[in-house]
């Protein structure tokens, strides 16, 4: 088993910045991906960015690309996310996710099998 604790969360104002941290402990060998992934009220979870951890491929959702940087160390199994120029509409439960499938889909929610309890993220307007 994997477990996966988060870091970071918390209220602040739209244009201002948020890093969320994430580390993994227990089985961390098998992992094969590391991501980020969010659930706003009301909505579905969908996925924010991720690492590749064999090649270092990062995968980032369109419409985050240039405000949200994601980084990570495979040797410390952690994983980071810098969220910039915040605004309201990104108010949402922060999840962490490790995947152990060479197989996974980056973005898809059931190609990860390990998942944190979330963090919090408010942007006020």
């Known amino acids: 088993q994997v477990q996966l604790v988060e870091s970071g969360g918390g209220l602040v104002q739209a244009g201002g910045s948020l890093r969320l941290s994430c580390a993994a402990s227990?089985?961390?060998?098998?992992?094969?991906?590391m991501g980020w992934f969010r659930q706003g009220p009301g909505k579905e979870r969908e996925f924010v960015a991720s690492?590749?951890?064999?090649?270092?491929?990062?995968y980032y959702k369109d419409s985050q690309k240039g405000r949200f940087t994601i980084s990570g160390d495979n040797a410390k199994n952690t994983v980071d996310l810098q969220m910039n120029s915040l605004k309201p509409e990104d108010t949402a439960v922060y999840y962490c996710a490790a995947s152990s499938s060479s197989y996974y889909v980056y973005s898809r929610v059931d190609s990860y099998a390990f998942w944190g309890q979330g963090t919090q993220v408010t942007v006020s307007s």
């Open positions: 227990g089985r961390t060998g098998s992992l094969y991906a």
């Open positions: 690492i590749r951890w064999s090649s270092g491929t990062i």
